[in-house]
């Protein structure tokens, strides 16, 4: 499952050094919600890489991402 476009609005926001708070306020949600999609994106990112690192293991083939990013 892919990052939803909030949780990538969010994580881009706290990229730029924007607090928590700072997030809420900018998208106009609460403060505990920013914090719920920056713990989901984190842990989709997580088993995502974890997923990642499994296939390397079984040299398996991956694909490349339709962003044209490989690891």
Do not use: C, H
Not at 19 to 24: F, I, K, S
Not at 50 to 71: C, N, W
């Amino acid at each position: 499952m892919g990052l939803t476009e909030k949780e990538i609005k969010v994580l881009q926001l706290r990229s730029e050094g924007l607090t928590q708070v700072e997030v809420a306020k900018r998208l106009k949600i609460s403060q505990a919600a920013v914090s719920e999609f920056e713990k989901n994106a984190y842990r989709k990112l997580q088993d995502a890489q974890e997923t990642l690192d499994f296939a390397k293991e079984m040299k398996l083939k991956v694909p490349s991402s339709p962003y044209g990013v490989r690891k």
